[in-house]
């Protein structure tokens, strides 16, 4: 058993709580304003949006890290803006030897080591989505049959016994699995680029509705072309693609990825997934834009659809109208995978007849 202080009551630190004292660990939840009360008089209430499941956890809810105050493991879990707010108060708690910083964060790990230091501080990232309605928390997570990915590491990408023991304890939540990574600040890079200056945007010039993004062609393209120019920005700086299955973004034909992307858009989780966060942390949203244009500016690399996409994070963005299809898609690919095809088929034409042949 572990003693946790989870510091972020919203919702996915509400849910990681609440799975790790299920998970038989003694856990504290630091809490301010209506939320505390809320989780005063109610506990922690969770529904399962795949489900429909509710469940109501007690845990110990507090106001402050006292400097005095001992955990054997704190989670962060909250906005990358609301987390740089909080570094004093952590760095002033010497009793704490391990902080995992569970956010999106394009800009690495420096502030954060430079307040706390390399020895108390891991780096990683949820892998749920969640958003409030009240006191009750609605999630996507996973399950004990099909459990979420929590990735995480060092910061220097060592695997040590902390970082297994870390690793224990998360893997002792329900519905979680510890994935402990030797490259977890890539892996946030391009969890970054996927998603901010590119989707995010896109989001917003669809009036921040997911099927109308799904039908609006355009805006999907545009999303896409951000998502591969981001990828180069990174590739530029000798960061190779993670995880691994993101390089179908940079090798499939773009009509296909188009296809994809608006269907995957169109799923009713994408209104937990993508939308409600969207709208509740467009401050964050903005932040890590900025710090991937940090690093964008910092290599040669141009990134036009990124920079056209920019202005529906502008007060009052204009709309692409709903539906609208006037980009001309990239064919390119399409035409090598159609003769790569054809060539196939006719090869293997060739070895039936073979084979066929009464002569052979």
């Known amino acids: 058993m572990a003693t946790i202080l989870v510091y972020g009551a919203g919702p996915l630190g509400s849910l990681f709580a609440a799975r ?29 949006v795949m489900t429909g499941e509710e469940t109501t956890t007690a845990v110990t809810v507090v106001d402050a890290l006292a400097p005095d105050d001992a955990y054997d493991l704190v989670l962060v879990i909250m906005r990358k803006n609301h987390a740089l707010q909080i570094l004093p108060v952590l760095a002033a708690n010497r009793h704490t030897p391990n902080v995992l910083f569970l956010m999106n964060n394009a800009a690495g790990p420096g502030e954060l080591v430079g307040a706390l230091g ?9 892998g749920s989505a969640g958003y409030r309605e009240g006191h009750v928390v609605h999630c996507l997570t996973g399950s004990e049959d099909d459990k979420a990915g929590v990735p995480f590491g060092e910061v220097d990408g060592r695997v040590t016994e902390r970082t297994r ?43 921040v509705d997911n099927y109308r993004l799904a039908r609006t062609r355009d805006l999907v393209v545009l999303a896409l072309r951000a998502m591969r120019e981001g990828f180069r920005v990174l590739g530029s700086m000798g960061l190779p693609v993670t995880p691994a299955k993101f390089r179908a973004i940079q090798w499939l034909p773009e009509p296909i990825l188009v296809l994809v992307l608006s269907r995957i858009l169109a799923n009713p989780l994408m209104e937990t997934a993508l939308v409600k966060h969207a709208e509740a942390a467009r401050d964050e949203v903005q932040h890590l834009i900025g710090e991937f244009l940090v690093l964008a500016r910092s290599t ?3 990134t036009p659809t990124i920079d056209s996409l920019l202005r529906y994070y502008e007060p009052d963005p204009p709309q692409v109208p709903d539906g609208s299809a006037e980009i001309p898609l990239h064919w390119g ?13 006719t090869g293997g034409a060739w070895a039936v007849q073979r084979l066929a042949s009464p002569n052979r």
């Open 165 to 207: 023991w870390v690793g224990s304890v998360l893997d002792s939540a329900p519905g979680f699995m510890a994935e402990i990574r030797t490259d977890m600040d890539t892996w946030l890079k391009y969890h970054v680029a996927l998603l901010f200056p590119s989707l995010a945007p896109a989001m917003r010039a669809a009036g």
């Open 20 to 48: 790790l004292q299920q998970g038989g660990n003694d856990v504290s939840i630091l809490a301010r304003g209506q939320r505390l009360a809320e989780l005063r008089e109610h506990g922690i209430v969770l529904v399962n």
């Open 300 to 302: 040669s690399v141009p």
């Open 118 to 126: 390399a020895e108390r501080v891991l780096v990683g990232f949820p």
């Open 333 to 345: 690919g399409m035409i090598a995978l159609f003769a790569a095809f054809a060539l196939l088929m």
